[in-house]
């Protein structure tokens, strides 16, 4: 049976949850949902599928992202951890968003995000630390004459709680889901990669690495735009129109 299924949908970039029930259903035409349950955990405990949502599944495994964390960011981080070690945050650089863009910026910068009330505290600890080049929440017109100059800059803006994390070198970082939604929702902060770019931008993320759409969309309405981003998806990801 697991040959057919890989002859069945190997052609396919996804399947939907009732396309395997519909399988299974050829051979078992009185499957109960508990054994398809079982079966489903079976094929990925065996890797033979991957499941990409809470309804869709692949045959190709996609790495996760992993990017790679700078000096820069590692010792705002560790400066700001080792003094507040309870303190939550995430750090990360818009330089990695770079690897999906069809047009390459010059430029960059540092994303600090804390804990909501926080901000100002860390804003003050970075520069009385004479940290450069260091942005409280700035404003449409600081980001275009200032933070977009410094290549070294660095971004201090609250974290939405349960946001997708992770932790690389002991860091903790943004998933690549917080990424994609951040820059559609953020148009002023994220401004170089709006438009066509936004679009060539997700496309490229989700054929390169294994997105979870269910994370990006619990992670949208956090953020009051759930409705935004299924639109985009249905709209601008070809992967996600062929579910």
């Known amino acids: 049976m697991i040959e057919?299924?890989?002859?069945?949908?190997?052609?396919?970039?996804?399947?939907?949850?009732?396309?395997?029930?519909?399988?299974?259903?050829d051979y078992d035409p009185?499957?109960?949902?508990?054994?398809?349950?079982?079966?489903?955990?079976?094929?990925k405990a065996l890797k033979i599928i991957y499941q990409l949502d809470k309804n869709h599944f692949t045959l190709k495994a996609k790495p996760s992202f992993q990017p790679l964390i700078e000096n820069r960011q590692k010792d705002v981080y560790n400066r700001i951890h080792k003094e507040f070690p309870e303190?939550?945050?995430?750090?990360?650089?818009?330089?990695?968003?770079?690897?999906?863009?069809?047009?390459q910026p010059g430029k960059s910068f540092t994303i600090c995000e804390v804990e909501k009330g926080a901000e100002e505290l860390i804003f003050n600890f970075l520069q009385d630390n004479k940290t450069r080049n260091v942005y409280l929440k700035p404003s449409a017109d600081v980001f275009e004459f200032y933070v977009h100059q410094n290549p070294d800059s660095v971004v201090i803006k609250s974290i939405v709680t349960k946001a997708p994390l992770q932790e690389l070198e002991k860091i903790s970082v943004p998933r690549l889901e917080k990424i994609l939604v951040d820059l559609l929702v953020d148009p002023v902060q994220f401004?170089?990669?709006?438009?066509?770019?936004?679009?060539?931008?997700?496309?490229?993320?989700?054929?390169?690495?294994?997105?979870?759409?269910?994370?990006?969309?619990?992670?949208?309405?956090?953020?009051?735009?759930?409705?935004?981003?299924?639109?985009?998806l249905e709209q601008q990801v070809r992967t996600h129109k062929s579910k």
Do not use: P
């Not at 009185?30 to 094929?43: P, Q, V």
């Open 4 to 25: 057919e299924l890989l002859l069945k949908f190997d052609d396919s970039s996804s399947f939907t949850r009732v396309e395997l029930v519909e399988f299974f259903r």
């Open 87 to 103: 303190l939550k945050l995430c750090m990360w650089s818009t330089k990695w968003v770079h690897e999906f863009m069809l047009h």
């Open 30 to 43: 009185k499957l109960k949902d508990s054994t398809f349950r079982w079966f489903i955990h079976d094929l």
């Open 191 to 232: 401004q170089m990669f709006q438009g066509s770019e936004l679009e060539f931008i997700y496309n490229s993320a989700f054929e390169k690495y294994h997105v979870n759409t269910t994370w990006m969309l619990n992670y949208g309405s956090r953020r009051r735009k759930k409705m935004l981003l299924s639109q985009f």
